[in-house]
């Protein structure tokens, strides 16, 4: 009897290359995170500009995939990509299928029959985006899946750092609170210790995850640790952690006096972040939120430009230099 | 306690097979022919006697294997797994009997229950199978079944899978109250609130991927604890699904003081760690779930040196549509009846982790014992219970060869070493490949 023989590779017809997405940091090199910082700060130079609209993706299609509240991540990225002149939609899980019982997957299948380009997800379960990824065709961005991964948070924060203080590498940032709950905090972690960063969790014990320091950070549970910091980064304290039957800390009033940042805790000069949207009083003090040394909202305005270059950097393949070129020829380079 | 479809008992002579029975002491090449589904001779050039010749010349022909642990998911959610498609899938497996947990829709915690399992097993199985009863109605962990008389009606153990008997109080009258049965506890160690919500193993992984901990201590306190009340009551007792290190470490100690415990471990938790995860793919959610390097090398060791006497495969079917979801959202559990023996063998003979004879005596022999079964055994006059292993043979694991309903099983796409060409389960060849 004949044997089937399998055809020698490079007989087969060539594989088309996987499709790029941004589902985690742990998916950038630093060269990638390096071009795209670059890539966000050609936008923000062509946003100063009188017409702030690009022809850069004219034809492309983003579709936007909510299934969570959220103001600053769903509204930037719409804008990202109307400044770049792509068609966009969004959806939000209350008012579609979803409501009515429909999987995630199913919801994917019916999506991707519109070939939508990129597919812009924020979902409260892990994994979600991957899932995405694996019944369409399209590029998938991960806008926050459940306490994994905010990869583009972590991108905006890096821009912010590197614009307000001019690098990244060897800077120290405090990151203080609720870590075990903050896909912000993982995300970020990864980020700034792939630019060469020094990291610092503080906060309780019951939310610092054990076994977190593999990735590269250190723990304290003593918010003096801050003080050491360049960059003190603030997470928000979410009120259900403290229900009844979670029990992370006893109360929030115990939180505020032992992990609140106020300007007590703070060294003249010390730079403040947040994420947002913040807990005033609980979290952070006012008087902190509101000082100078604040880059709250410098954060969210990096959040455009950090948007629009990752999709940017998505629907244009091939190596850097292939895309700097480009850059130079719609004029933002 | 076994029940299967009644056939025609085999008439066979297996020919120049390399004859490994642990339990024997056998390990050489010969023929073995079976008479009407019993062993007949062990020897040299045996006469055909008309019989059907199998040549084996290059194979293993072992004790075939005995399943401590499996969900056929019947009465209930039959699009999952049926008597019939489970052992089926069993006998493509190697296995020549397995036991039934009772988590299943509604619980077997009546005689009725029971009854119409065993009545449907005697139809349709295709290999032996015993069902365990529940320890207490409807698995709520409040009130003991009638444990007699499920005994009487033929509960092969009493189990509340997949729950953990949360109130110690309950669980040491549960053991007093086996006494009277003749038949032993099985027992699920998790302690709820410290595994509450808890999607996998707590540790670095747990911690980078941002999913809620499930850790290692979570079971080991309920196994010391259970262990404590076995041996206060001097009852003996079986553990479920071991995971952890500190777990197989208690086991080890309450032996050694005289507790009548054993314990059985899966073949995902001998071959897989938490890095499995990374991949966020559902076939690797069970519980308890996949733990730490130096858990899986506890286990290995436990299995070794036989403080863990029995492999099972806590083979867990669920709807495709179940398990394409987030990992988060997705069920616990895996199969694995088709895929036990090539992926320990693959994953710990090949490596030289354990030995091939090892690995055959805690799929076989070590099960039964934990049960109270009768071992298959290679032996004149004993019933041809028996697996013929291709130890030579890979194939990548594809979910269109399974005879599972369902293929969620952390193998697929996976090339795996050491196939099963022919099982005989109760003196009827109830496999070929």
Same mark, same amino acid.
């Given at each position: 009897?004949?044997?089937?023989?399998?055809?020698?590779?490079?007989?087969?017809?060539p594989?088309?290359?996987?499709?790029?997405?941004?589902?985690?940091?742990?998916?950038?090199?630093?060269?990638?995170?390096?071009?795209?910082?670059?890539?966000?700060?050609?936008?923000?130079?062509?946003?100063?500009?009188?017409?702030?609209k690009l022809?850069?993706?004219?034809?492309k299609?983003?579709?936007n995939?909510?299934?969570?509240?959220?103001?600053?991540?769903?509204?930037?990225?719409?804008?990202?990509?109307k400044?770049?002149?792509?068609?966009?939609?969004?959806?939000?899980?209350?008012?579609?299928?979803?409501?009515?019982?429909?999987?995630?997957?199913?919801?994917?299948?019916?999506?991707?029959?519109?070939?939508?380009?990129?597919?812009?997800?924020?979902?409260?379960?892990?994994?979600?985006?991957?899932?995405?990824?694996?019944?369409?065709?399209?590029?998938?961005?991960?806008?926050?899946?459940?306490?994994?991964?905010?990869?583009?948070?972590?991108?905006?924060?890096?821009?912010?750092?590197?614009?307000?203080?001019?690098?990244?590498?060897?800077?120290?940032?405090?990151?203080?609170?609720?870590?075990?709950?903050?896909?912000?905090?993982?995300?970020?972690?990864?980020?700034?210790?792939?630019?060469?960063?020094?990291?610092?969790?503080?906060?309780?014990?019951?939310?610092?995850?054990?076994?977190?320091?593999?990735?590269?950070?250190?723990?304290?549970?003593?918010?003096?640790?801050?003080?050491?910091?360049?960059?003190?980064?603030?997470?928000?304290?979410?009120?259900?952690?403290?229900?009844?039957?979670a029990?992370?800390?006893?109360?929030?009033?115990?939180?505020?006096?032992?992990?609140?940042?106020?300007?007590?805790?703070?060294?003249?000069?010390?730079?403040?972040?947040?994420?947002?949207?913040?807990?005033?009083?609980?979290?952070?003090?006012?008087?902190?939120?509101?000082?100078a040394d604040?880059?709250?909202?410098?954060?969210?305005?990096?959040?455009?430009?950090?948007?629009?270059?990752?999709?940017?950097?998505?629907?244009?393949?091939?190596?850097?230099?292939?895309?700097s070129?480009?850059?130079?020829?719609?004029?933002?380079? | 306690?076994?029940h299967?479809?009644?056939?025609?008992?085999?008439?066979?002579?297996?020919?120049?097979?390399?004859?490994?029975?642990?339990?024997?002491?056998?390990d050489?090449?010969?023929?073995?022919?079976?008479?009407?589904?019993?062993i007949?001779?062990?020897g040299?050039?045996?006469?055909?006697?008309?019989?059907?010749?199998?040549?084996?010349?290059?194979?293993?022909?072992a004790?075939?294997?005995?399943?401590?642990?499996?969900?056929l998911?019947?009465?209930?959610?039959?699009?999952?797994?049926?008597?019939?498609?489970?052992?089926?899938?069993?006998?493509?497996?190697?296995?020549?009997?397995?036991?039934?947990?009772?988590?299943?829709?509604?619980?077997?915690?009546?005689?009725?229950?029971?009854?119409?399992?065993?009545?449907?097993?005697?139809a349709?199985?295709?290999v032996?199978?015993?069902?365990?009863?529940?320890?207490t109605?409807?698995?709520?962990?409040?009130?003991?079944?009638?444990?007699?008389e499920?005994?009487?009606?033929?509960?092969?153990a009493?189990?509340?899978?997949?729950r953990p008997?949360?109130?110690?109080?309950?669980?040491?009258?549960?053991?007093?109250?086996?006494a009277?049965?003749?038949?032993?506890?099985?027992?699920?160690?998790?302690e709820?609130?410290?595994?509450?919500?808890?999607?996998?193993?707590?540790?670095?992984?747990?911690?980078?991927?941002?999913?809620?901990?499930?850790?290692?201590?979570?079971?080991?306190?309920?196994?010391?604890?259970?262990? *404590?009340? #076995?041996?206060?009551?001097?009852?003996? %007792?079986? +553990? !479920?699904h /071991?995971? @952890?290190?500190?777990? &197989?470490?208690?086991l080890?100690?309450?032996?050694?003081?005289?507790?009548?415990?054993?314990?059985?471990?899966?073949?995902?938790?001998?071959?897989?760690?938490?890095?499995?995860?990374?991949?966020?793919?559902?076939?690797?959610?069970?519980?308890p779930?996949l733990?730490?390097?130096?858990d899986?090398?506890?286990?290995?060791?436990?299995?070794?040196?036989?403080?863990i006497?029995?492999?099972?495969?806590?083979?867990?079917?669920?709807?495709?549509?179940?398990?394409?979801?987030?990992?988060?959202?997705?069920?616990?559990g895996?199969?694995?009846?088709?895929?036990?023996?090539?992926?320990?063998?693959?994953?710990l003979?090949?490596?030289?982790?354990?030995?091939?004879?090892?690995?055959?005596?805690?799929?076989?022999?070590?099960?039964?014992?934990?049960?109270?079964?009768?071992?298959? *055994?290679? #032996?004149?006059?004993?019933?041809?219970? %028996?697996? +013929? !292993?291709? /130890?030579? @043979?890979?194939?990548? &694991?594809?979910?269109?060869d399974?005879?599972?309903r369902s293929?969620?099983?952390?193998?697929?796409?996976?090339?795996?070493?050491?196939?099963?060409?022919?099982?005989?389960?109760?003196?009827?060849?109830?496999?070929?490949?």
């Amino acid at each position: 009897m004949a044997e089937i023989r399998v055809m020698r590779e490079d007989l087969l017809p060539p594989k088309e290359p996987p499709k790029r997405h941004l589902i985690s940091i742990g998916d950038l090199e630093r060269e990638d995170v390096e071009r795209l910082l670059g890539a966000a700060r050609s936008f923000e130079r062509s946003l100063e500009r009188e017409l702030k609209k690009l022809p850069t993706l004219r034809g492309k299609t983003v579709v936007n995939v909510f299934y969570e509240s959220s103001t600053r991540t769903s509204s930037s990225f719409e804008l990202a990509a109307k400044r770049l002149s792509a068609d966009t939609m969004s959806i939000k899980s209350t008012g579609s299928s979803a409501d009515k019982g429909e999987s995630l997957k199913d919801t994917a299948l019916t999506l991707g029959a519109y070939d939508p380009d990129v597919i812009v997800i924020r979902h409260p379960q892990i994994g979600a985006p991957q899932l995405v990824a694996r019944y369409t065709g399209a590029h998938i961005v991960n806008a926050g899946d459940g306490k994994h991964q905010h990869p583009t948070q972590a991108l905006l924060d890096l821009y912010t750092i590197k614009e307000e203080l001019g690098r990244i590498e060897g800077l120290h940032v405090a990151i203080v609170g609720d870590v075990l709950h903050s896909r912000v905090a993982r995300s970020n972690i990864q980020a700034l210790t792939l630019m060469g960063a020094r990291v610092t969790l503080v906060g309780p014990p019951p939310l610092i995850p054990r076994g977190i320091e593999t990735m590269g950070c250190e723990v304290s549970y003593d918010i003096d640790a801050i003080k050491a910091a360049d960059i003190v980064y603030v997470l928000r304290m979410q009120r259900e952690r403290m229900q009844e039957g979670a029990n992370y800390v006893p109360s929030l009033r115990e939180y505020t006096a032992r992990w609140g940042v106020t300007p007590a805790r703070l060294r003249p000069g010390q730079k403040v972040m947040h994420p947002g949207p913040m807990n005033r009083g609980v979290e952070i003090d006012p008087v902190v939120a509101d000082a100078a040394d604040a880059l709250i909202e410098q954060q969210v305005r990096s959040g455009l430009v950090v948007r629009m270059a990752v999709l940017y950097d998505l629907l244009t393949h091939g190596p850097a230099g292939v895309q700097s070129a480009a850059l130079h020829e719609i004029g933002v380079a | 306690m076994l029940h299967a479809r009644q056939g025609k008992q085999d008439d066979l002579v297996v020919r120049s097979a390399r004859v490994i029975d642990p339990g024997e002491g056998t390990d050489a090449v010969m023929d073995v022919r079976i008479d009407a589904g019993v062993i007949a001779q062990l020897g040299t050039n045996l006469e055909s006697n008309e019989h059907r010749v199998v040549e084996a010349d290059g194979l293993v022909l072992a004790p075939a294997f005995v399943d401590p642990h499996v969900h056929l998911r019947t009465p209930g959610r039959e699009d999952e797994e049926t008597i019939a498609t489970g052992s089926a899938a069993a006998a493509a497996g190697g296995y020549c009997a397995i036991l039934a947990m009772p988590n299943t829709e509604p619980v077997v915690d009546s005689a009725a229950v029971l009854g119409s399992l065993t009545e449907t097993a005697q139809a349709e199985a295709e290999v032996p199978v015993g069902f365990l009863a529940a320890i207490t109605r409807n698995q709520e962990g409040s009130e003991l079944t009638e444990m007699a008389e499920l005994a009487d009606a033929g509960a092969a153990a009493f189990s509340d899978d997949g729950r953990p008997l949360v109130a110690p109080g309950l669980m040491r009258r549960a053991l007093q109250y086996s006494a009277v049965t003749g038949r032993r506890l099985a027992l699920h160690c998790e302690e709820p609130t410290l595994s509450k919500n808890g999607q996998m193993h707590e540790g670095a992984v747990s911690a980078e991927l941002g999913f809620a901990g499930y850790p290692s201590v979570a079971e080991s306190l309920m196994v010391e604890r259970d262990l *404590a009340l #076995a041996a206060y009551e001097g009852q003996p %007792l079986h +553990l !479920l699904h /071991l995971s @952890a290190r500190e777990s &197989v470490e208690a086991l080890s100690r309450a032996q050694a003081a005289g507790v009548a415990a054993t314990g059985e471990v899966t073949p995902h938790h001998l071959c897989l760690t938490d890095e499995a995860i990374r991949s966020l793919d559902s076939n690797f959610k069970m519980n308890p779930p996949l733990r730490a390097a130096e858990d899986r090398a506890a286990l290995v060791e436990g299995l070794r040196d036989g403080t863990i006497s029995a492999v099972a495969s806590d083979h867990a079917p669920h709807a495709r549509h179940e398990k394409e979801v987030p990992f988060e959202a997705a069920p616990f559990g895996v199969t694995g009846l088709e895929t036990a023996f090539p992926a320990l063998y693959t994953h710990l003979v090949e490596p030289g982790l354990l030995k091939l004879e090892t690995l055959l005596e805690r799929m076989s022999a070590g099960p039964a014992r934990a049960y109270g079964l009768d071992a298959p *055994a290679i #032996a004149v006059g004993a019933p041809a219970n %028996l697996v +013929l !292993l291709d /130890l030579k @043979a890979s194939r990548r &694991v594809d979910e269109a060869d399974f005879r599972s309903r369902s293929k969620n099983s952390w193998l697929l796409g996976e090339t795996v070493k050491g196939q099963v060409r022919m099982t005989v389960a109760a003196g009827r060849v109830a496999f070929e490949a």
